[in-house]
Antibody, heavy 119, light 111 residues
Framework: QVQLQESGPGLVKPSETLSLTCTVSGGSINSGGYYWTWIRQHPGKGLEWIGYIYWSGSTYYNPSLKRRVTISIDTSNNEFSLKLSSVTAADTAVYYC???????????WGQGTLVTVSS | QSVLTQPPSVSGAPGQRVTISCTGSSSNIGAGYDVHWYQHLAGTAPKLLIHGNTNRPSGVPDRFSGSKSGTSASLAITGLQAEDEADYYCQSYDSSLDAYVFGSGTKVTVL
């Protein structure tokens, strides 16, 4: 079965760039109809959709984060990545990667990784 | 502040029925966009419970059911079990924000 696993630094300094990778196992990231997504959850708060990428490389970002977000895909290694620039303490959150079914619902999620922004 | 409003908590005794509401507006649920529900236990991957307002993925017990009407949706859990104690989130799309949006989350406690 398909599984997703986030990886990356758990601590990032203010003004720097947060970088995370999501490795997809048990299935191909090239599967049509799925959009590979990043979602985050601030401590004690609700969930916030960050954006997605299709296997072809086309992307769509949350307008509230668009200026700072880049999502890329590496089909040869079956993984996709998130970069969030100019981070502040407000970007401290648990970051999840997920699989978006046909730009509708999220049918698979990773376990999440906590990223803390602090000097 | 979440675009979709849920009660912070609901509780019930084992075997009882509880419902969780998800209230939106004319730019999301009221515009006809589907509502989906997720179950989340801390430290684990969130799990899809209901998609397309009423549909259960394979493996989800039929104790979970979803409905939608107007600008709101609901998740019902019948025959409440201890293992249902978790956080539950609704999700839809908002055309004004041009983004997927989530509810504020509801903690279900089994008494």
């Amino acid at each position: 079965q398909v599984q997703l696993q986030e990886s990356g630094p758990g601590l990032v300094k203010p003004s720097e760039t947060l970088s995370l990778t999501c490795t997809v196992s048990g299935g191909s990231i090239n599967s049509g109809g799925y959009y590979w997504t990043w979602i985050r959850q601030h401590p004690g708060k609700g969930l916030e959709w960050i954006g997605y990428i299709y296997w072809s490389g086309s992307t769509y970002y949350n307008p509230s984060l668009k200026r700072r977000v880049t999502i890329s895909i590496d089909t040869s290694n079956n993984e996709f990545s998130l970069k969030l620039s100019s981070v502040t303490a407000a970007d401290t959150a648990v970051y999840y990667c997920a699989r978006d079914h046909a730009r509708n619902w999220f049918d698979l999620w990773g376990q999440g990784t906590l990223v803390t922004v602090s000097s | 502040q979440s675009v979709l409003t849920q009660p912070p908590s609901v509780s019930g005794a084992p075997g009882q029925r509880v419902t969780i509401s998800c209230t939106g507006s004319s730019s999301n649920i009221g515009a006809g966009y589907d509502v989906h529900w997720y179950q989340h236990l801390a430290g684990t991957a969130p799990k899809l419970l209901i998609h397309g307002n009423t549909n259960r993925p394979s493996g989800v017990p039929d104790r979970f059911s979803g409905s939608k009407s107007g600008t709101s949706a609901s998740l019902a859990i019948t025959g409440l079990q201890a293992e249902d104690e978790a956080d539950y989130y609704c999700q839809s799309y908002d055309s004004s924000l041009d983004a997927y949006v989530f509810g504020s989350g509801t903690k279900v406690t089994v008494l």
